[in-house]
């Protein structure tokens, strides 16, 4: 499986910016897909993710600034990002939890990542 990350940039604090992630490859099914990032010196954090069955989990940091959709029929996943501020800055990375088949409880994988840059 392989997850196509586009939409990152650079920004003035305020501004929007959305990005796309698309998995492509042997997808039954998607259990959950969403967002992480890591700003320098820091670890991976969970932005947001979307599951199947409709659930939707926000970091604190972004809750009622970002946004995700996710169209699984077509194994997509967006991230609607306003106000941006200086600390939004990371690489951010897709994730997804994928099934090949409905033996299969998921496996876990992982874009590229898309660097995003927010300046004050």
């Known amino acids: 499986v392989q997850l196509q990350a586009s939409g990152g940039g650079m920004v003035q604090a305020g501004g929007s910016l959305t990005l796309s992630c698309v998995a492509s490859g042997s997808i039954y099914s998607i259990n959950f897909m969403g967002w992480y990032r890591q700003a320098p010196g820091k670890q991976r954090e969970l932005v947001a993710v979307?599951?199947?069955?409709?659930?939707?989990r926000y970091a604190d940091s972004v809750q009622g600034r970002f946004t995700i959709s996710r169209d699984f029929a077509k194994n997509t996943v967006h991230l609607q990002m306003n106000s941006l501020k200086s600390e939004d800055t990371a690489i951010y990375y897709c994730?997804?939890?994928?099934?090949?088949?409905?033996?299969?409880?998921?496996?876990?994988?992982w874009g590229k990542g898309t660097q995003v840059t927010v300046s004050s």
């Open positions: 979307g599951t199947s069955g409709g659930s939707i």
């Open positions: 994730n997804a939890n994928t099934r090949i088949g409905m033996w299969d409880a998921g496996k876990d994988y």
